[in-house]
């Protein structure tokens, strides 16, 4: 792929209006709830100015030149004096037609500006091109439009020129100097004599094999889909066949052959001549599933957070050229420039890593099913343990569920013990993290030659350090959050802003005592296993010893080989893992998330349990799974023992309904936050004040008032956080249109003062 620039366009003009004009292009810029604005497209920008495209503008006060998106053409003039755009920054739109649509669709439900989200959306490397060079080339000049009568040329020029003309395209310089086996002397005479032109013309610089590599294509044997999978391809492959937006929830236990599923329907498309975009949570933990793409579906691209500008830039254009079948990624992958996408997946649909925590807030699932209603193609949902919002559409009709109740081969689903700590711990002695119970079922897995994976869900050594002389707590010197104690880096750390301090010897209150290191975190687990188990390898896995990229990869490819026979770690060990040789996995602490103040702690719980179970008795061998916890008889413990989503499902789903929880209703959250609390405070209640009063005055489009619950304002749960004082807002309404028309009447009023900051969060998935 190669683009022409324009140099002559880099001159700079004055931005006076052009009576004249007569077309007109709407402009939006990378700032919060705002309108788009209307430029005068001057008569030499004609053939550059198109929609998707960056421009420079006159803007603000003084008209500084600021960038912005071309976001629509016109012909109608606005009705008043308009400035004219000054340049258009890009050759070609960087975004299709349909992801204009999708993110003018976002800016509206997330309540953003269109710009900012443009702006959040088109990576650096494709903005700024990098991976790409200006590179000159060669263009001969047709023999009718020669100047007559024809320039004599020395032989040399004679034979660069017939080079040239056999090539019948623009060439290189360097590669016709090459070609013509002359120096660049001749070539540039060519140019001084009229016969040819110089065009300059960007080209890809960057190496594919210098960036990431990509696991080997693996020759995946194609399986015979079993009972339960041909019933739902059944369903699925008409639907592919056809194209047209449906969505399809695929409700499969974990090892019920989902993945077996999506690469049918890939495979399908690609045969059509789409292309397919495959959304995960975390790119690192599906090295098998992308050999399997190479090996049978073309070629892939996998997008992730170690990219550099001028990787992820080439992997833009490549996509956008149309030349990758696959697109792998996280999140914002949902944005990848594909043209003609024939299918989306989203596997594990219920993770919470698809919500992006800044600005824009959008929810990549939620994103992802309106691309496919606007490009008007299938998607399909795969999870073991769908979100209640997904289940919710489902239910509705709005999805169509597919479900794998069991698992491929007759394979059961591992048994789930609970450890009661209660009872099970030994009460003297020194804390142990493992009940003698789970202690025993590790040695007997190992001695049996199988592998033992435990989650721990917390990182660090100890989770709690304190003065057993005054009560003090280490906590965090800019957020209401305890620090937590990292051995081998000596220090303490806040998990929420990276504060860290060195551990104290005395309490730093009453200097009496020396503090106390209490709580359980993956390092002091591995220690405890370290010690016990001698002869035996132990590897961890959590965001402190997983920082290199890569590293995920090697540990698990050690792990496969069978070199690690424990592997503990955070949630990261839970998910998508398939390891045939693991006979037991252990949850060190089932409760560490239950009593979170969040209405999603019971489901997120039930989740994890579900999918670390799911890592066991994946292969002939079988295996079991234990669970400690002090809460066995809590439905999130109780109900992913026994594998009965639907139970849990129809338990919380009363719970939600009776307290207007999502799915049930809408809601949308408000956080007000400033370094200063009284400030912070104030305008939260001005700000409360606004929306009930809008609520008395607002009616609903048939005449009724507003069905909105106006929650707060309350200081949140983590009420400092970063060092800033965080007070916050739900809004609850059966509909969100509702509430969208509440938001839309306030916010643009709500004048914030400049020390405080409000942010919108749409959906909320954190409610701290
Ligand atoms: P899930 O995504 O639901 O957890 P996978 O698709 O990873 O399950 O399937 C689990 C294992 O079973 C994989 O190794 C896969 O190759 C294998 N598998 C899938 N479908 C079948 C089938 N019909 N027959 C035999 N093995 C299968
Ligand atoms: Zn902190």
Redesign the pocket.
């Given at each position: 792929m190669s683009q022409i620039t324009h140099p002559e366009l880099f001159e700079e003009l004055g931005a006076s209006a052009d009576q004249t004009a007569d077309l007109f292009a709407e402009v939006v810029f990378d700032r919060p709830l705002d309108h788009a604005y209307s430029y005068a497209v001057p008569q030499r920008l004609r053939d550059d100015i198109a929609v998707g495209k960056r421009v420079q503008v006159p803007f603000g006060k003084g008209d500084r030149t600021t960038v912005g998106y071309c976001v629509h053409l016109g012909t109608t003039a606005p009705g008043r004096a308009v400035k004219e755009l000054v340049r258009v920054l890009d050759d070609e739109p960087l975004l299709s037609p349909n992801l204009m649509r999708l993110t003018r669709w976002m800016a509206d439900y997330y309540l953003c500006g269109w710009g900012q989200i443009l702006n959040a959306v088109v990576p650096a490397g494709a903005k700024d091109q990098s991976g790409t060079r200006a590179t000159v080339f060669l263009d001969a000049i047709p023999e009718a439009d020669l100047p007559q009568p024809p320039p004599r040329l020395t032989p040399r020029q004679s034979a660069a020129l017939d080079a040239l003309r056999q090539q019948g395209k623009p060439v290189e310089l360097r590669r016709l100097a090459k070609l013509a086996k002359c120096g660049t002397r001749p070539i540039e005479g060519l140019v001084e004599k009229g016969v040819a032109r110089r065009l300059v013309r960007r080209i890809e610089s960057f190496d594919p094999a210098a960036g990431h590599a990509l696991p080997e294509p693996a020759e995946?044997a194609r399986?015979?889909?079993?009972a339960d999978?041909q019933r739902a391809w059944a369903v699925l492959e008409p639907a592919l066949r056809q194209g047209g937006f449906q969505a399809f929830l695929l409700y499969?236990?974990?090892?019920?052959?989902?993945?077996?599923?999506?690469l049918r329907a890939i495979e399908e498309v690609v045969r059509q001549g789409k292309e397919a975009l495959v959304l995960v949570p975390e790119i690192s933990l599906t090295p098998?599933?992308i050999q399997?793409f190479r090996g049978r579906c073309g070629e892939v691209a996998v997008l992730h957070s170690h990219l550099g500008n001028a990787e992820r830039g080439t992997h833009w254009r490549r996509i956008a050229g149309g030349q990758v079948q696959v697109v792998v990624g996280a999140r914002s992958a949902v944005f990848a420039p594909s043209r003609r996408l024939g299918l989306i997946v989203i596997?594990e649909e219920h993770e919470s890593t698809f919500k992006q925590e800044a600005t824009p807030r959008y929810h990549a699932r939620d994103v992802a099913v309106m691309r496919a209603r606007l490009e008007g193609i299938p998607i399909i949902l795969?999870s073991?343990t769908p979100s209640l919002e997904t289940w919710h559409n489902a239910e509705r009709g709005q999805y169509t569920r597919l479900t794998?109740p069991s698992?491929?081969?007759d394979r059961p689903l591992p048994q789930v013990g609970l450890i009661d700590l209660r009872h099970d711990r030994p009460h003297n002695g020194p804390f142990r993290a493992l009940s003698p119970g789970l202690e025993s079922a590790m040695r007997h897995a190992l001695g049996g030659g199988g592998q033992v994976i435990l989650l721990l869900n917390r990182r660090g050594f100890s989770t709690h350090i304190h003065c057993p002389g005054c009560g003090h707590v280490a906590s965090c010197k800019f957020c209401d959050l305890a620090l937590t104690f990292h051995r081998e880096r000596d220090v303490m750390l806040c998990h929420h802003c990276g504060y860290e301090q060195g551990p104290p010897k005395l309490c730093p209150k009453c200097s009496q005592v020396p503090v106390r290191y209490q709580g359980l975190g993956t390092e002091k687990l591995e220690a405890e296993i370290q010690e016990r188990f001698q002869g035996f390898t132990v590897r961890r896995m959590d965001s402190d010893t997983m920082r290199r990229p890569g590293s995920h990869a090697r540990l698990l490819a050690q792990f496969r080989r069978g070199e690690v026979h424990i592997l503990l770690g955070t949630q990261m060990i839970a998910k998508?893992l398939?390891f045939?040789n693991v006979t037991l996995v252990g949850v060190v602490n089932a409760d560490m998330g239950l009593h979170l103040p969040d209405f999603r702690a019971a489901e997120r719980t039930f989740q994890l349990l579900a999918q670390v179970s799911?890592r066991a008795g994946?292969g002939p061998r079988g295996g079991r799974v234990l669970v400690q916890t002090y809460n066995p008889e809590h439905p999130s413990i109780a109900l992913a023992a026994t594998h009965d989503y639907l139970r849990f499902v129809a338990i919380e789903t009363a719970h939600r309904k009776a307290h207007k929880y999502p799915p049930y209703q809408r809601m949308a959250r408000l956080i007000v936050r400033s370094r200063a609390q009284q400030e912070a405070g104030d305008f939260a209640n001005r700000l409360a004040i606004g929306f009930r009063t809008a609520l008395e005055r607002l009616k609903g489009p048939d005449g009724a008032p507003l069905e909105v619950r106006v929650l707060g304002p309350a200081e949140a749960p983590v009420f400092r956080l970063k060092g800033y004082y965080r007070f916050h807002f739900q809004l609850q309404s059966p509909s969100p249109a509702t509430l969208h028309q509440l938001l839309r009447a306030v916010l643009p009023g709500a004048r914030t003062p400049s020390h405080v900051e409000l942010t919108v969060d749409v959906d909320p998935l954190d409610m701290l």
């Amino acid at each position: 792929m190669s683009q022409i620039t324009h140099p002559e366009l880099f001159e700079e003009l004055g931005a006076s209006a052009d009576q004249t004009a007569d077309l007109f292009a709407e402009v939006v810029f990378d700032r919060p709830l705002d309108h788009a604005y209307s430029y005068a497209v001057p008569q030499r920008l004609r053939d550059d100015i198109a929609v998707g495209k960056r421009v420079q503008v006159p803007f603000g006060k003084g008209d500084r030149t600021t960038v912005g998106y071309c976001v629509h053409l016109g012909t109608t003039a606005p009705g008043r004096a308009v400035k004219e755009l000054v340049r258009v920054l890009d050759d070609e739109p960087l975004l299709s037609p349909n992801l204009m649509r999708l993110t003018r669709w976002m800016a509206d439900y997330y309540l953003c500006g269109w710009g900012q989200i443009l702006n959040a959306v088109v990576p650096a490397g494709a903005k700024d091109q990098s991976g790409t060079r200006a590179t000159v080339f060669l263009d001969a000049i047709p023999e009718a439009d020669l100047p007559q009568p024809p320039p004599r040329l020395t032989p040399r020029q004679s034979a660069a020129l017939d080079a040239l003309r056999q090539q019948g395209k623009p060439v290189e310089l360097r590669r016709l100097a090459k070609l013509a086996k002359c120096g660049t002397r001749p070539i540039e005479g060519l140019v001084e004599k009229g016969v040819a032109r110089r065009l300059v013309r960007r080209i890809e610089s960057f190496d594919p094999a210098a960036g990431h590599a990509l696991p080997e294509p693996a020759e995946a044997a194609r399986v015979e889909l079993n009972a339960d999978q041909q019933r739902a391809w059944a369903v699925l492959e008409p639907a592919l066949r056809q194209g047209g937006f449906q969505a399809f929830l695929l409700y499969g236990v974990t090892g019920s052959g989902k993945t077996e599923l999506y690469l049918r329907a890939i495979e399908e498309v690609v045969r059509q001549g789409k292309e397919a975009l495959v959304l995960v949570p975390e790119i690192s933990l599906t090295p098998q599933t992308i050999q399997c793409f190479r090996g049978r579906c073309g070629e892939v691209a996998v997008l992730h957070s170690h990219l550099g500008n001028a990787e992820r830039g080439t992997h833009w254009r490549r996509i956008a050229g149309g030349q990758v079948q696959v697109v792998v990624g996280a999140r914002s992958a949902v944005f990848a420039p594909s043209r003609r996408l024939g299918l989306i997946v989203i596997d594990e649909e219920h993770e919470s890593t698809f919500k992006q925590e800044a600005t824009p807030r959008y929810h990549a699932r939620d994103v992802a099913v309106m691309r496919a209603r606007l490009e008007g193609i299938p998607i399909i949902l795969g999870s073991a343990t769908p979100s209640l919002e997904t289940w919710h559409n489902a239910e509705r009709g709005q999805y169509t569920r597919l479900t794998l109740p069991s698992r491929v081969l007759d394979r059961p689903l591992p048994q789930v013990g609970l450890i009661d700590l209660r009872h099970d711990r030994p009460h003297n002695g020194p804390f142990r993290a493992l009940s003698p119970g789970l202690e025993s079922a590790m040695r007997h897995a190992l001695g049996g030659g199988g592998q033992v994976i435990l989650l721990l869900n917390r990182r660090g050594f100890s989770t709690h350090i304190h003065c057993p002389g005054c009560g003090h707590v280490a906590s965090c010197k800019f957020c209401d959050l305890a620090l937590t104690f990292h051995r081998e880096r000596d220090v303490m750390l806040c998990h929420h802003c990276g504060y860290e301090q060195g551990p104290p010897k005395l309490c730093p209150k009453c200097s009496q005592v020396p503090v106390r290191y209490q709580g359980l975190g993956t390092e002091k687990l591995e220690a405890e296993i370290q010690e016990r188990f001698q002869g035996f390898t132990v590897r961890r896995m959590d965001s402190d010893t997983m920082r290199r990229p890569g590293s995920h990869a090697r540990l698990l490819a050690q792990f496969r080989r069978g070199e690690v026979h424990i592997l503990l770690g955070t949630q990261m060990i839970a998910k998508g893992l398939d390891f045939p040789n693991v006979t037991l996995v252990g949850v060190v602490n089932a409760d560490m998330g239950l009593h979170l103040p969040d209405f999603r702690a019971a489901e997120r719980t039930f989740q994890l349990l579900a999918q670390v179970s799911g890592r066991a008795g994946r292969g002939p061998r079988g295996g079991r799974v234990l669970v400690q916890t002090y809460n066995p008889e809590h439905p999130s413990i109780a109900l992913a023992a026994t594998h009965d989503y639907l139970r849990f499902v129809a338990i919380e789903t009363a719970h939600r309904k009776a307290h207007k929880y999502p799915p049930y209703q809408r809601m949308a959250r408000l956080i007000v936050r400033s370094r200063a609390q009284q400030e912070a405070g104030d305008f939260a209640n001005r700000l409360a004040i606004g929306f009930r009063t809008a609520l008395e005055r607002l009616k609903g489009p048939d005449g009724a008032p507003l069905e909105v619950r106006v929650l707060g304002p309350a200081e949140a749960p983590v009420f400092r956080l970063k060092g800033y004082y965080r007070f916050h807002f739900q809004l609850q309404s059966p509909s969100p249109a509702t509430l969208h028309q509440l938001l839309r009447a306030v916010l643009p009023g709500a004048r914030t003062p400049s020390h405080v900051e409000l942010t919108v969060d749409v959906d909320p998935l954190d409610m701290l």
